[in-house]
Every structure is written in structure tokens, then in C-alpha cells.
T-cell receptor
Framework: EPEVTQTPSHQVTQMGQEVILRCVPI?????FYWYRQILGQKVEFLVS????????KSEIFDDQFSVERPDGSNFTLKIRSTKLEDSAMYFC??????????FGPGTRLTVL | GESVGLHLPTLSVQEGDNSIINCAYS??????FIWYKQESGKGPQFIID?????DKRQGQRVTVLLNKTVKHLSLQIAATQPGDSAVYFC?????????????FGQGTRLTINP
């Protein structure tokens, strides 16, 4: 069964450093998403991406965040200068023609 | 603004019993709702969805009920099994032009006792 994959599973970084979280969506999907989940809290929408551009973004997704689909398979989330409060689980999701979004296993980002 | 919330943060049931997890939403314009299951260390996993033109939808051991009058959503799990232990989130499918961002509720932790 096709699945969304994410790397790394755990990323530790120093405050102020740049991080890139990587995702490989399901191959025939067209819609891509990033969500985050701070420990013990609900999952929060960050950004949606379709046709090589951002469709919608939340207030969380400020100028420090960017997304890119550099090739036909990868979808990345970059945080330019990490802050302590960026520590969270980051989930990538993808969707095909239907409504169901398929989530990856997540990347745990720890900012020290 | 739009929000999706849950009535109870934790729920414990005996194995084999039925469980009901509740959710309230505030956006009366919402037209699509989803229940997700999240096991420890994993991403949300789709369980079942329902459109606003329906009151009830059944899957394998799961049933979702939608009451639009009181803006309430519930997930019923029949004959619970140890593998049902997880956090359950309701979500509203919002966004525009089909972009469909998900707005998640706080989550209910379901524990199945042997």
C-alpha cells in the first residue's frame, strides 16, 4: 500500500539554525500539506500546496517558513532560523482526487 | 472563528464494550468531517468521514453520527479491541478551492482495558 514517508524521523538543531524537513508524498497525489503538533496538543495546519504554489497558509507559517517541491517526488519544509517554540512533530500529508489526506509518520524537531 | 473541539480528553472502556467519542464544532458552514486515529509516535490515520448532507455513516466497527442542529459529531467504535487504544481527533475540512486544510480538535485519548 502506498504511503507518505518523511525524513529524518528526529531532527535536533540549535536555535537560529536552518532545518529542512523532507517528505515523499504518494506518487500520484496532487495536493500536499504540512501540519505540526506540539507535544500534547492538537494537530495544526501550516500550509497547503498545489500546482507548484501555496494554496493556503496559516498564521503560524510566517516568513521563516517555506515549502518547495524541488522535483517530482519530494516536498520539503524549510525553517530558516529556528526558535525554541518551533519544537514539535511536523507531519506531511498528501491527497489525490478524493478527500482523504494521507499522513506521514512525522519528523520530531527539537530546537535547543 | 472556526473551531473544532472535543468534550472529553480521556475515555476508558473495557475490551469488547462499545465506545463513543464526541466532538463539537462551531462553523455551521462546515460540510465535511473526518475522524482520525493517532497511535503513539505515528501520524494521524484516517478512520471515517461524513459529508454534511448525511446524518450517519458506517464503516467496519465504526459509525460516525452528525447532528447539524447542535453541531455535534460522534464516533462510535463497536466491540473495542486493545488495538483501538489511541488518541482520536475529529477534524473539519476547510479551506477554499478544494485545498481542504484540516482543522483538528483537541483529541480524546481512548484506553481499552483488558
Amino acid at each position: 500500500e502506498p504511503e507518505v514517508t518523511q525524513t529524518p524521523s528526529h531532527q535536533v538543531t540549535q536555535m537560529g539554525q536552518e532545518v529542512i524537513l523532507r517528505c515523499v508524498p504518494i506518487s500520484n497525489h496532487l495536493y500536499f500539506y504540512w501540519y505540526r503538533q506540539i507535544l500534547g496538543q492538537k494537530v495544526e495546519f501550516l500550509v497547503s500546496f498545489y500546482n507548484n504554489e501555496i494554496s493556503e497558509k496559516s498564521e503560524i507559517f510566517d516568513d521563516q517558513f517555506s515549502v518547495e517541491r524541488p522535483d517530482g517526488s519530494n516536498f520539503t519544509l524549510k525553517i530558516r532560523s529556528t526558535k525554541l517554540e518551533d519544537s514539535a512533530m511536523y507531519f506531511c500529508a498528501s491527497r489525490g482526487a478524493g478527500n482523504e489526506q494521507f499522513f506521514g509518520p512525522g519528523t520530531r524537531l527539537t530546537v535547543l | 472563528g472556526e473551531s473544532v473541539g472535543l468534550h472529553l480528553p480521556t475515555l476508558s472502556v473495557q475490551e469488547g464494550d462499545n465506545s463513543i467519542i464526541n466532538c463539537a464544532y462551531s462553523n455551521s458552514a462546515s460540510d465535511y468531517f473526518i475522524w482520525y486515529k493517532q497511535e503513539s509516535g505515528k501520524g494521524p490515520q484516517f478512520i471515517i468521514d461524513i459529508r454534511s448532507n448525511m446524518d450517519k455513516r458506517q464503516g467496519q466497527r465504526v459509525t460516525v453520527l452528525l447532528n447539524k442542529t447542535v453541531k455535534h459529531l460522534s464516533l462510535q467504535i463497536a466491540a473495542t479491541q486493545p488495538g483501538d487504544s489511541a488518541v482520536y481527533f475529529c477534524a473539519e475540512n476547510g479551506g477554499f478551492l478544494g485545498a481542504q486544510k484540516l482543522v483538528f480538535g483537541q483529541g480524546t485519548r481512548l484506553t481499552i482495558n483488558p
